[in-house]
């Protein structure tokens, strides 16, 4: 059992006062059979009355709502965290899902929906031309092929942190032979559902107690990685940027379909072209 206390801060600065739209917060740490939230709670400067729900994912949904203006917006979570996956996980697939290609139950289909359906253009065949490259043989291990496909990620790409917004598409990160971990991600979602996987995109935290892993700088970092639906398993990670499998480092705190419905604070406000000083988000795990 690894206990992990988790702050995430993120602070606005304006020049002048501005009025403060909703915002809204996706900060609450998910719970499974092997990751429990202790406790969790967020703070706001100025104050203010979040309102919970939650979205069709089951992900935990804060706004945010403003009275009066400020110059200054910090928003803080923390989180304590009891983790007990295994750093070496064993996976019970279904027999019949053992190898690939392989058929989910009429049941599985409907309910995976749009997580098997792609999401970018591919009009030469590119990326599938991509992916079909890590099959060498019909039938082939399923698990061993979806390890091949992360791995070849990192192996063809390079890592780089890019603090700007948005994500590249996927053949993006494959023309320019780089990303950051959100696109890697996307990346592997996609080739998944070129074969017919359900997939989908988790964003949570990357625990990094012994600095060994590429996507934070200390003990910690927000942090982008995969999931893929396997009978018997259930969701399986995947995670492209470390080349692992499991989440035996991983904290998530949303799984959505497309990377666009992940951003951890969204919101606006109004006073001004020019009046955002900065944005800066720091996150301390110990």
Same mark, same amino acid.
């Given at each position: 059992?690894?206990? &992990?206390?988790?702050?995430?801060?993120?602070i606005?600065?304006?020049?002048?006062?501005?009025?403060?739209?909703?915002?809204?917060?996706?900060?609450?740490?998910?719970?499974?059979? #092997?990751?429990?939230?202790v406790?969790?709670e &967020?703070?706001?400067?100025p104050?203010?009355?979040?309102?919970?729900?939650?979205?069709?994912a089951?992900?935990?949904?804060?706004?945010?709502?403003?009275?009066?203006?400020? #110059?200054?917006?910090?928003i803080?979570?923390?989180?304590?965290?009891?983790?007990?996956a295994s750093q070496w996980?064993?996976?019970?697939?279904?027999?019949?899902?053992?190898?690939f290609?392989?058929?989910?139950?009429? #049941?599985?289909?409907?309910?995976?929906?749009?997580?098997?359906?792609?999401?970018y253009?591919?009009?030469?065949?590119?990326?599938?031309?991509?992916v079909?490259?890590f099959?060498?043989?019909?039938?082939?291990?399923?698990?061993?092929?979806?390890? #091949?496909?992360?791995?070849?990620?990192?192996?063809?790409t390079?890592?780089?942190?890019?603090?700007?917004?948005?994500?590249?598409?996927?053949?993006?990160?494959?023309?320019?032979q780089?990303?950051?971990?959100?696109?890697?991600?996307?990346?592997?979602?996609a080739?998944?559902?070129?074969?017919?996987?359900?997939?989908?995109i &988790?964003?949570?935290?990357l625990?990094?107690?012994d600095?060994?892993?590429?996507?934070?700088?200390?003990?910690g970092s927000?942090?982008a990685w995969?999931?893929?639906f396997?009978?018997?398993?259930?969701?399986?990670?995947?995670d492209?940027?470390?080349?692992?499998?499991?989440?035996?480092?991983?904290?998530?705190?949303?799984?959505?379909?497309?990377m666009t419905?992940?951003?951890?604070?969204?919101?606006e406000?109004t006073?001004?072209?020019?009046?955002l000083?900065?944005?800066? &988000?720091?996150?301390?795990?110990t």
């Amino acid at each position: 059992m690894l206990s &992990v206390d988790l702050v995430h801060s993120t602070i606005y600065r304006y020049h002048w006062p501005v009025l403060l739209g909703p915002h809204r917060l996706m900060l609450r740490p998910r719970e499974a059979r #092997d990751t429990r939230l202790v406790s969790f709670e &967020v703070t706001m400067s100025p104050e203010t009355e979040l309102v919970w729900t939650h979205d069709v994912a089951g992900n935990a949904i804060a706004t945010a709502n403003f009275k009066d203006k400020t #110059d200054y917006l910090k928003i803080e979570s923390r989180s304590k965290i009891e983790m007990a996956a295994s750093q070496w996980p064993v996976f019970t697939i279904s027999a019949a899902a053992c190898t690939f290609p392989f058929s989910y139950s009429d #049941d599985e289909w409907i309910d995976l929906g749009a997580l098997t359906a792609q999401h970018y253009p591919d009009p030469t065949g590119r990326l599938s031309d991509w992916v079909n490259g890590f099959i060498f043989s019909s039938p082939t291990d399923t698990l061993s092929l979806l390890k #091949d496909i992360s791995f070849g990620i990192s192996q063809r790409t390079n890592y780089r942190r890019r603090e700007s917004e948005g994500t590249q598409t996927p053949l993006e990160t494959l023309d320019n032979q780089e990303g950051s971990c959100r696109d890697f991600a996307v990346l592997f979602v996609a080739a998944a559902r070129c074969l017919g996987f359900g997939a989908r995109i &988790v964003s949570g935290y990357l625990v990094n107690t012994d600095s060994s892993l590429r996507g934070s700088d200390g003990s910690g970092s927000t942090h982008a990685w995969a999931e893929v639906f396997l009978p018997g398993a259930g969701w399986v990670a995947f995670d492209p940027t470390n080349r692992s499998v499991g989440s035996g480092n991983l904290i998530s705190v949303a799984v959505v379909r497309e990377m666009t419905q992940a951003v951890p604070v969204a919101g606006e406000f109004t006073g001004g072209r020019g009046a955002l000083i900065d944005m800066n &988000v720091a996150v301390f795990i110990t």
